[in-house]
Nanobody, 117 residues
């Protein structure tokens, strides 16, 4: 069983920065496409950023130029560096591990990010 544990959320003022981390248990980290999603109150969960096993990266339009996703295979960890944060970035952020070839999909428990104006 794969487990994802997020950390790094918190309260920050607009314009500030945070780095989220997601540690993945097990030895299959390199086989997963890793993603960060977020869900604000009353809204649907949305994709923020995604990085494939081959290093291809995709960002939501709203975070391009402000957020950076990266993965460290040696540490089985994916990161989301968030800069120039805005109040509209406030949400619970979830880490996701997906492997289409096996149909497996895992979620972390979520970490709250709150950006004050």
């Amino acid at each position: 069983q794969v487990q994802l544990v997020e950390s790094g959320g918190g309260l920050v003022q607009a314009g500030g920065s945070l780095r989220l981390s997601c540690a993945v248990s097990g030895s299959a980290f390199s086989l997963f496409t890793m993603g960060w999603y977020r869900q604000a109150p009353g809204k649907q969960r949305e994709l923020v950023a995604q990085i494939t096993t081959g290093g291809y990266i995709n960002y939501a339009t709203s975070v391009k130029g402000r957020f950076t996703i990266s993965r460290d295979t040696a540490k089985n960890t994916v990161y989301l560096q968030m800069s120039n944060l805005k109040p509209e970035d406030t949400a619970v952020y979830y880490c996701n591990a997906n492997r289409l070839s096996s149909g497996t999909n895992y979620w972390g428990q979520g970490t709250q990010v709150t950006v004050s104006s």
